[in-house]
């Protein structure tokens, strides 16, 4: 399971946040300080080391640490991230060090590799780890029954997945939390299961004592899979009676649930809601209503929300353009799709990358061109693609050359972009080439 990320130990403890980038050198100040780290400490800081600076460096810091403090937490901290980094080989070599060295292994590393495993879609590998464990009379934890029921799951094998619930239950050494129950109950709703699905999230209910909001959340969205919408808006009732300052990433939550079951003026019931408690604008939660109304489309009303939210501060962000793209493109406007391109490339993402046009979006606005022979048109986005990316490639260049042909174009400086691009065209795309290019 993975480290904290977000805290150093010492700064945790007081409940001061420090930002992932600063704490590798906050943990390096406290040891030129004087201030002792303990292994924890050391296992923490190879997980942010790695986060911040790259495995090598975590490697590096691993590799100098005093022998007495590479034992199962810091060899553990390492094979973690190796893991998250999809490291396959690294990581089995590093777990067959920890057994070699006969370390006093937990739960950890081995949800660490299953994890690894379910995620690059080798899930068969898992049921072998679990045996392993059980003949080291290594205890699983909640987290390993989630792992080997979403392993099974992945088979097929739904009676599995219930024998390793029975196992869980007879063990009686771990508890079921509520977090067991929601990975069961999306595991029956993936199956078409849903009354088997309900009786879980009954269950996850009864588990959730403390009310955590994570819970609530979770019960909102598998009870909208379930398509029980009286249950969807029964725990919403809960979670605003548990939460009555209600935040917006569960309002965006239960009105995404409501417009996936065609609820449609609840969603804007619980919109309006929410507008009316939250003066600052989270486009997000509008981008949910304006893609319900582009789909059944409503275009007006789409574009009214989307004003709305700009006049209270909040800009559309790349998703808002991609709702409205696929409104056009499923219409055949493509000039104003063009323009959603262009709006959602100069906006970006918002965690600071670029937005880039799926291969689709691409070839479906080149082939428009190439059909109208619209030469103008498709120059035009190919100059709005170079914003995004940098290498057209040679799908989007042989399009171009198609254009040139059907509309009897000619190009007296094509040759030398396609080999300024560096782009190797295909047979049929050399002829093309031939044939548009005057020297």
Sequence with gaps: MALPSRKCSQWKRKRISVPASLCPKLSESMTKRGMNKTVSDQAIHIDLIAKVRGIASAETYFINLPEASKNHLTYGALLNCYCKALMIDKAEALMDKMKELNLSLTSMPYNSLMTLYTKIGQP???????????????????????????????????????????????????????TTYSNLASIYADAGLFDKAEKALKELEK???????????????????TGNLLEVYRVWRSLRLAFPKTANISYLNMIQVLVNL?????????????????????????????????KQGSLKKAEELKERARRSGAKANAKTW???????????EIKPAV????????????DGSKWIPS????????EHFEKKKDVEGAEGFVEILKKAVDELGVDVFESLLRTYAAAGRTSPIMRRRIKMENVELSEQGRKLLDGISVE
């Design 124 to 178: 068969e590998k898992i049921p072998s780890i679990i045996q392993e464990m059980k003949a080291s009379d290594i205890l699983p934890d909640s987290y390993t029954y989630n792992v080997w029921m979403r392993a099974l799951a992945a088979e097929n094998d739904i009676t599995g997945v219930e024998r390793v619930i029975d196992e869980m239950k007879r063990d009686g050494r771990v508890s079921g939390d509520w």
């Design 207 to 225: 588990k959730n004592a403390r009310r955590d909001l994570s819970a609530y959340q979770f019960l909102i969205t598998l009870y909208g899979r």
């Design 262 to 294: 065609n609820d449609l003026p609840g969603a804007e019931k619980c919109f309006r809601e929410w507008e009316s408690g939250h003066p600052a604008y989270d486009i997000r939660i509008a981008n949910v209503l304006i893609g319900a109304y582009a």
């Design 322 to 332: 991609e709702i409205f793209l696929d409104y056009y493109l499923r219409n055949g």
């Design 339 to 350: 323009e959603c391109v262009e709006n959602a490339i100069i906006t970006g993402r918002g």
């Design 359 to 366: 291969s689709t979006v691409v070839r479906e606005l080149m």
